[in-house]
């Protein structure tokens, strides 16, 4: 029978018997994320990212949530486990997966970027007016990055270059200090973490924000529970950005 709106645009209670199951990211993203749908009526305060636990439920036990690592959500989505997710376009674009991304949410907001030691670029745009750009270091590139299918497509068109990806699961900012890699590819924020370990930002790749997802069987079996949360939280970004833009 699907959701019942009080107080538009809050949503407080779905009237299915199976709860709606959003898996939202671990990390910088879960607190925007929980504001986001507190902000709708979705709110769950027992949520705390130290807790060991991974799933919670709202005080009406209508709302499922998952928490997971970014990287993980679309999976959750994909295969049917989540109905709704919450991540980064970075993460979707990485593994190319198959949902329906149906909202930009606005919070989140970053830069996928190529990142070189500051002293070799410094050097090598010396001679270029236009400015820093990735070094010409004579020899295969060597690009450490936790998003190798990104990294792959960016450099594929760039015929004068030999690349070598090498895929890293931690922080990937100390792999041309210790020479294991010439650049990276990573998400950069404020460039602190950059500036910390001597790199600076060279290319920019693409913009990054959080996404709203669906799983598409989910999206059409349960439309009727899923289609009031996506109207209000879309209503809800736009009133922050008309907030922002005065």
């Given amino acids: 029978m699907g959701l019942e709106i009080v107080g538009e645009p809050h949503i407080v209670r779905d009237r299915e018997v199976t709860p709606l199951s959003i898996a939202l990211p671990k990390g910088r993203l879960l607190r925007p994320s929980l504001e986001a749908l507190g902000a709708i009526g979705l709110s769950c ?12 439920e709202t005080t009406d036990s209508h709302v499922r949530f998952i928490i997971a690592r970014p990287a ?45 030691p500051a002293i070799v670029t410094e050097l090598d745009s010396a001679a270029i007016p236009s400015g820093p750009r990735l070094p010409r270091l004579g020899h295969t590139l060597r690009v450490a990055t936790k998003f190798p299918s990104i990294a792959r497509r960016y450099f594929a068109p760039r015929r004068d270059l030999c690349v070598q990806i090498i895929k890293l699961n931690g ?9 294991l890699a010439d650049v ?15 790199l600076v930002a060279v290319e920019e790749i693409m913009q990054v924000s959080a996404r709203l997802i669906a799983n598409r069987a989910s999206l059409q079996l349960r439309s009727a529970a ?19 833009a005065k």
């Fill in 45 to 56: 305060p027992d949520v705390d990212e130290l807790d060991r636990r991974l799933v919670y």
């Fill in 72 to 116: 993980d959500v679309p999976a959750y989505v994909e295969h049917g486990a989540a109905d709704l997710g919450i991540t980064g376009k970075d993460a979707l674009i990485e593994g190319d997966w198959n949902v329906c991304e149906l909202l930009d949410l606005g919070f989140g907001q970053c830069r996928m970027a190529v990142a070189a």
């Fill in 171 to 179: 922080a990937v900012e100390i792999a041309p200090i210790v020479g």
């Fill in 184 to 198: 990276i590819v990573d998400i950069v924020d404020t460039g602190r973490t950059l500036a910390d370990n001597g």
């Fill in 226 to 244: 899923i289609y009031p949360v996506t109207s209000a939280l879309g209503e809800h970004c736009h009133r922050l950005d008309d907030a922002m």
